[in-house]
């Protein structure tokens, strides 16, 4: 494995919840700061959430509340743990280090009625 693997992504209907996961090659994961990214086609990508190899998290006001992050070190794998899924939060959810490096084909988050 070279590269992040996302999955757990679909379709939700508004309110609905969604838990992302990423198995992340370790020369990636080990020690490193953590990040779920989501990609609108046509826009910037953003940082949603981020976790430290402590445990220690960081959200976007935008998911504040409503997504939670975390990590199994012993695995190198990540989730992401969305609830009260919007409209706005359709997106190609993708996991990276801070600062970046390798990035995966994402998983594809829509969220409709």
């Known amino acids: 494995q070279v590269q992040p693997m996302e999955s757990g992504g679909g379709l939700v209907q508004p309110g609905g919840s969604l838990r992302l996961s990423c198995v992340v090659p370790?020369?990636?994961?080990?020690?490193?700061?953590m990040g779920w990214y989501r990609q609108v086609s046509g826009k910037q990508r953003e940082l949603v959430a981020s976790i430290t190899n402590a445990g220690a998290t960081d959200y976007a006001s935008s998911v504040r509340g409503r997504f939670t992050i975390s990590r199994e070190n012993a695995k190198n794998t990540m989730y992401l743990q969305m609830t009260s899924l919007k409209p706005e939060d359709t997106a190609v959810y993708s996991c990276?280090?801070?600062?970046?490096?390798?990035w995966g084909q994402g998983t594809q988050v829509t969220v409709s009625s």
């Open positions: 990276n280090s801070i600062p970046l490096k390798t």
């Open positions: 370790g020369s990636i994961f080990s020690g490193n700061v």
